[in-house]
């Protein structure tokens, strides 16, 4: 099983739709987490961090379950500009600073 | 957040040379780490390079063939040695800027042939 676990995808939806993404983790003492946004032949680029009481940003809302170790991304009205990999990210230790990454999840909206 | 630059962007190589990938942080740093990234895939740890100290490997990445330098808080360097077309990647270097996610740079598309 790997350590990070996203939804195999592609997500095809039209612009305006909700869509939400999932990623399960296998280490119960994992600290911190964040989704990143890969656009095609980019670098990957901080999205949002998941805090446990959950965040807001504009149309895009995190969350995290620590129970049952998964992560969620929901993109609501979705543009399309949102078309991009978003890969879940996974911290053991904040301060050792070794990141696992999630296979991650493409998005496509089309008009 | 900081920035960084990486540089190459891209290369085209031979077999069996090798190639010295740079990134440059504007701020300064503990802790620096390279990614390689397959066609398709996710990020795969290479090894966390630290200031003063030998870099740290994962598991299947080893000093001979991914030589990194770490001179000060703000440089690393990444070597890809003796070159084979299975080298062929994208190869990110990333910081932790803040307290909250790390900054990559963005990337050096390497092409083995």
């Known amino acids: 099983r790997k350590e990070v676990e996203q939804d195999p995808g592609p997500f095809n939806v039209p612009e305006g739709a909700t869509v939400a993404f999932n990623c399960t983790y296998s280490n119960s003492a994992s600290q911190s987490f964040f989704w990143y946004r890969q656009d095609c032949r980019k670098e990957p680029k901080l999205l949002m961090s998941v805090y446990s009481s959950g965040n807001e940003d504009g149309r895009f809302t995190a969350q995290l379950n620590r129970a049952s170790q998964y992560i969620s991304l929901l993109i609501r009205d979705s543009k399309l500009s949102d078309s991009a990999t978003y890969l879940c990210v996974v911290n053991m230790d904040t301060n050792a600073g070794k990141s696992t990454f999630g296979d991650g999840t493409t998005l496509t909206v089309k008009p | ?113």
Do not use: H
């Not at chain 2, 300064?28 to 780490?33: D, E, I």
């Open chain 2, 1 to 113: 957040s900081a920035v960084i630059s990486q540089k190459p962007s891209r290369d085209i190589c031979q077999r069996g040379t090798s190639l010295t990938i740079q990134c440059q942080v504007d701020s300064q740093v503990t802790m620096m780490f390279w990614y390689r990234q397959q066609p398709g895939q996710s990020l795969t740890l290479i090894a966390t390079a630290n200031q003063g100290s030998e870099a740290t490997y994962e598991s299947g990445f080893v000093i001979d063939k991914f030589p990194i330098s770490r001179p000060n808080l703000t440089f690393s360097t990444l070597t890809v040695s003796n070159m084979s077309p299975e080298d062929s990647s994208i190869y990110l270097c990333s910081a932790q800027t803040d307290n909250y996610g790390y900054t990559f740079g963005s990337g050096t598309r390497l092409t083995v042939v």
